[in-house]
């Protein structure tokens, strides 16, 4: 069975850091690319950044860009985002996504798997 | 940045009517388009992938048709565990995008 556990979340100061982790079983991690994907309170899903495989394929959403970094450890199963300079407005549930993929198509930058989520709050 | 706009933002239906959901990008996607359901308390589920692809064990009452910028998911008789909040999510330009969502909800 896929599982897909978040960890990390919690309460930071405005330009504080946080660091996410997703810990992944069930699946050949190392076999797919994985991803970031957050939900602000009440509000709808923004995806925020992904990781090929083998890391030679990183993107990030503009709202992160230069503040976040995604990485993983394919040895330990492993997602990890390091959130820098935050803000009020990266409020939100932060999501580990598996990157869809079938036989005929292969991968396709759709969500299949998702975590239960770590909540990440920014306040002072 | 593709922009998608989902509407209506809410449909009122009843159990056994059926449901369709709009979703229309900015620009061009081709049929790289999905649809996912969210549940209070849930994470979302792939629903429909490229547009028109039912995605493993989903019920075949969920359909979705269009392509290039108009995009239909529909729901052809209404279950009592469809009423959720839906989003369409494109993967034909980086960065990837999700609609704002449609919540179908029990009239």
């Known amino acids: 069975e896929v599982q897909l556990v978040e960890s990390g979340g919690g309460l930071a100061q405005p330009g504080g850091s946080l660091r996410l982790s997703c810990a992944a079983s069930g699946f050949s991690f190392s076999g797919y690319s994985m991803n970031w994907v957050r939900q602000a309170p009440g509000k709808g899903l923004e995806w925020v950044s992904y990781i090929s495989s083998s890391s030679s394929t990183i993107k990030y959403a503009d709202s992160v860009k230069g503040r976040f970094t995604i990485s993983r450890d394919n040895a330990k199963n492993s997602l990890y985002l390091q959130m820098n300079s935050l803000r009020a407005e990266d409020t939100a549930v932060y999501y580990c996504?598996?990157?869809?993929?079938?036989?005929?198509?292969?991968?396709?930058?759709?969500?299949?798997?998702w975590g239960p989520g770590t909540l990440a709050t920014v306040s002072s | 940045e593709v922009v998608l706009t989902q509407s209506p933002a809410t449909l009122s239906l009843s159990p056994g009517e059926r449901a369709t959901l709009s979703c229309r990008a900015s620009?061009?996607?081709?049929?790289?388009l999905a649809w996912y359901q969210q549940k209070p308390g849930q994470t979302p589920r792939l629903l429909i992938y490229d547009a028109s692809n039912r995605a493993t064990g989903i019920p075949a009452r969920f359909s979705g048709s269009g392509s290039g910028t108009d995009f239909t998911l529909t729901i052809s008789s209404l279950e009592p565990e469809d009423f959720a909040v839906y989003y369409c999510q494109q993967r034909s330009n980086w960065p990837l995008t999700f609609g704002g969502g449609t919540k179908v909800e029990i009239k």
């Open positions: 996504a598996r990157t869809y993929s079938n036989s005929w198509y292969g991968f396709l930058e759709y969500f299949d798997y």
């Open positions: 620009q061009s996607v081709s049929s790289y």
